[in-house]
Every structure is written in C-alpha cells, then in structure tokens.
C-alpha cells in the first residue's frame, strides 16, 4: 500500500525536553503501523513514559503475529503493563504516564487504539472529522452535559482521567473505520491541539501537501507560543 506520511516532533518554545514520542512502521501484512505517545511526569520521566510505551507497542505488535484488531490490542496491554511496572518503580520516574494513541492502517479500514487526550482525526474530502474522545476532565465534563458550568474556569481542565501508567491493566478505546481513496489521517498531541483549531487544522491540510503538512502544522503552533511539546503526523491513502 503505497502511502505517502510526513511526521514532525518539536519541543515548542517553552519546554526544555520533547516528551512526545511516535512511531512509523509498516507491518509486514502490508499494513501501516502509527502511534503518537505524550509523557507526562518531572524530570524527563515524561519522555521515558512516551518512549517505551511506544517501542513496546511496536515490538508486541510486530512480534505476535495476531490478525488485526488483536496485535493492536495486545500491543495496548503490554505497553500500559510495561509503563505501570515502570512507573511503580521508586526513583526518578515513580509516577510517570503517557498518552498513546494508535492506529493500524490498511487501504479501506484503520483500526485504532487510544488512551488519553492525543487525537487522531480523518479528514475526507475537506472536511474534517475527530476519530478519538479526550480523556480528559474538560471532554468528561462535556459529555456529562456540566461543560457549560464554568468548564473552561476550571483548573483541572487539562487533566487526564485515562492513560498508561496509572493502571496495570488500563482499559483503552478501541474503535474501526472505514477508510477512502485519498482520506489523510492527522495523529496530533495536544501541544497542536491547544492551539490549532479543528477547522485551521483542516484548512493547512487542504491547502499543504502529505510531505510538507506536519511541518507547517507544527509551525503555526510555535507561531503561537508553543507552549507545550508539538507532534504531528500525517498519513495520506493513494487517491
Ligand atoms: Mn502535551
């Protein structure tokens, strides 16, 4: 399947460390293998979450040969176990989490994995569509129908209810959906996210071309103060 994909990872303009992690990988199915991952902890941990529980989804999904959707969630569950036995540990990464938000990608279905506020959208014929709900206390709060009650006041806003790390056996979101001839896919931490709206992320899409997108998307973030670590990347289906 001859996808064409461009990715970028920065630091932004505030951060000392990128504590976002991703990963690129064909399976040998014939499939496309991505994931977007952003740590959270002090003093590095952050990027040690984010790392492992990216190697450890690319080995568990490459290793044991399970037919979609099992690889992806087998991959899941060794990589939370990995970051929870991790994170467990006293010393400097005692608490540590991370985002992680994948997808196996074939020519007409993806099928992904997701914990935490890192989105994956799909954009089709210009029009943008967000695949993943945030876990966090704003969307929670939303969904609930109290976002109206001073949501955006709200301190904890930010907060993640679910990620990798905080549980042994954290239950992801799994989900599948059917894909087109020449839908992209955009995998984004919230250091995008925050502050890049959904309808300008479609509008560089649309006006950028599959090589050049992540870049520029990352680009504008740091335009606007890139406060917080900026990954993006892009997949596009042949037309
Ligand atoms: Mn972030």
Redo the contacts with the bound molecule.
Sequence with gaps: MAVRYSVASDVGRRRENN??SYLVEGLPGGGLLVAVA?GLGGCAAGEVASALAVRTLRRAVGAVGLPEPDGLREGFRQAAAAVYAAAAQPGEHSGMATTLTAAVVAANELFLGHLGDTRLYLIRDGAIRRLTEDHSVAEEMERSGEGAAGGRENPQRHVLTRALGVKADEEADFRRVSLEPGDRLLLC???LTSLVADAELAQVLAGTSVERSAQELVRLANDRGGY??ITALVVELPA
């Design positions: 504590e976002d952003d931490s919230d250091g917080d670590n």
